[in-house]
């Protein structure tokens, strides 16, 4: 009996261990079927996922408010990651004011179209970048103010449109102008006389601005000069010279008017340049004596000169006298007119009247000179001939004196 009972045990735990075989077999097969599903599973949503990745990175991404001020620029940022399985369609931006939307731009593959017409002119989409549908609106208006919509279509691979849409609030504000500042030209505060100079008045705030210049303190007796924020001097003068300031303005809500520190602008005077004159320098000096009179003196290279002039003076002078000298030396006996009266008058008067008569003298001696130099008596010859010529001046004299009688 015992040895049935041992064998009975044995064969209840050979077939136990065959059924819990059979279960772990079960059991494994179904965690690999199930496997098999979840497989097929992520194959059958594989294209879904990758669909949702691709609209992920076609996100719209931008600012959900702007503050721009009034006529200044402000950019609405909307921009996406472009990817080659979406292609781009139309980009629209709208304009949400009190409940009434607007299509103000819009851009399709006939090109871009500006609906609104108080916009044209004014807005612009850049063109430079993929992925940036970003609006530009210029010269702000109070009225630009809203609710501003970026919708982006894309087409898909398989032909079917996505769509995205991003809202960007504006806010349009007045921004009260600055103090202004007052800035020189090239040449400064300081000026000479005669230049070209200006003064600039510049400040902050939405424009437009306006600008005045004063010529005096702020608060005292000014003068209003200009309506311009440059200042112009065209040519200085003298009575330009004073303090300056300047005023500015805009339409903001507190209208209120800013007012610049009062500069000083100089006009100096033009100065001759000290330059050293030489000696030589053709100008006079007054030099005033110990008597009180006043006498000039002449430039040193005038008093070279006249001396200079003196000296060859001299030189010329005794030149031509030596010269004249040699002449006589060379050519002692040289007569040039023989004889040229051989006869010379002598006068007697009588009666009354005193009428003279004329009675031609013979003459002293007969013409012995010849055109060549006597070498025999040569100082007697010459004694001779100045006697001669003492008779000839005396008788020609007498003649001059009393003159013809009838």
């Not at 179209?113 to 609106?137: A, C, F, K, W």
Request: net charge positive; hydrophobic share 35%; aromatic share 6%.
């Amino acid at each position: 009996m015992r040895l049935h009972f041992i064998s009975k045990s044995a064969l209840n735990d050979n077939e136990l261990g065959k059924q819990d075989k059979g279960e772990m077999l079960k059991t494994a097969l179904k965690a690999l079927f199930g496997l098999t599903d979840i497989l097929s599973s992520v194959l059958l949503f594989l294209p879904l996922i990758s669909y949702s990745l691709s609209t992920a990175i076609l996100e719209l991404t931008g600012t959900h408010n702007i503050e721009g001020t009034w006529k200044s620029s402000v950019t609405l940022p909307c921009v996406y990651r472009p990817s080659q399985d979406f292609v781009q369609q139309t980009v629209i931006w709208t304009l949400d004011r009190d409940q009434s939307p607007a299509t103000v731009f819009r851009r399709d593959s006939s090109g871009n179209h500006i609906l609104l017409s108080q916009y044209r002119g004014r807005v612009s989409m850049p063109n430079s970048t993929p992925g940036d549908v970003s609006l530009e609106i210029e010269k702000l208006e109070v009225t630009d103010s809203g609710h501003y919509t970026c919708k982006v279509t894309w087409r898909t691979q398989n032909k079917s449109l996505l769509t995205r849409e991003r809202t960007t609030t504006v806010n349009v504000v007045k921004v009260a102008v600055t103090k202004p500042i007052i800035r020189p030209g090239n040449l400064g505060f300081t000026v000479p006389k005669g230049a070209r100079t200006s003064l600039t008045c510049s400040a902050n705030g939405s424009p437009p601005i306006t600008y005045r210049w004063f010529k005096g303190e702020p608060g005292g007796n000014a003068v209003r000069v200009s309506s311009h924020a440059i200042l112009m001097f065209d040519s200085l003068r003298t009575s330009d010279t004073g303090k300056y300031y300047c005023e500015a303005e805009n339409r903001a809500r507190s209208q209120v008017i800013r007012q610049s520190d009062a500069v000083q602008l100089t006009v100096r005077a033009l100065t001759k340049p000290a330059t050293t004159v030489p000696c030589s320098e053709t100008k006079a000096h007054t030099i005033v004596s110990e008597g009180g009179y006043q006498r000039t003196s002449l430039p040193l290279y005038l008093i070279i000169l006249i001396v200079v002039l003196c000296v060859a003076m001299v030189f010329v002078v005794i030149a031509v006298v030596l010269c004249r000298r040699k002449t006589e030396k060379d050519n002692p006996n040289e007569v040039t007119d023989h004889n040229s009266m051989n006869l010379t008058r002598g006068e007697t008067c009588s009666g009354v009247n005193v009428k003279c008569t004329y009675e031609e003298a013979k003459s002293r001696g007969e013409n012995n000179y010849t055109s060549q130099p006597v070498k025999e008596n040569e100082y007697e010859t010459i004694g001779t001939m100045k006697n001669d010529y003492a008779t000839l001046v005396k008788a020609t004299a007498s003649e001059y004196e009393l003159g013809d009688v009838p």
